[in-house]
């Protein structure tokens, strides 16, 4: 069974970083995860894709977020490094993996909240 957990949202002020986690289990990266990410959704927005790659790949940014958002990955727990947070930063962040065999599964979703 296929489980991600993400962690490490909260409140920030404008300007300041966070680290989110995305604890995966029941799935082997090298020989089962065709790719992962992370995505976000703000209230009132559709869910929009933050960082993503493919096994083997590099990894790509939303204009929006580029050269402040990083994603790295240690064995099974994906991260997403966040610097110089903005307001319209504000929203749940999902991380997601997607099988070889096709398959995609979602966190339930951490809530980073940027805000004076």
């Known amino acids: 069974q296929v489980q991600l957990v993400e962690s490490g949202g909260g409140l920030v002020q404008p300007g300041g970083s966070l680290r989110l986690s995305c604890t995966t289990s029941?799935?082997?990266?090298?020989?089962?995860?065709?790719?992962w990410g992370w995505y976000r959704q703000a209230p009132g927005k559709e869910r929009e894709q933050v960082a993503s790659?493919?096994?083997?790949?590099i990894t790509d940014y939303a204009e929006t977020v580029k050269d402040r958002f990083a994603m790295s990955r240690d064995n099974t727990i994906v991260y997403l490094q966040l610097n110089a947070l903005k307001p319209e930063d504000t929203a749940v962040y999902y991380c997601?993996?997607?099988?070889?065999?096709?398959?995609?599964?979602w966190g339930q979703g951490t809530q980073v909240t940027v805000s004076a």
């Open positions: 029941g799935i082997l990266f090298s020989m089962e995860a065709a790719g």
């Open positions: 997601t993996v997607r099988t070889r065999a096709g398959t995609s599964y």
């Open positions: 790659r493919n096994f083997g790949g």
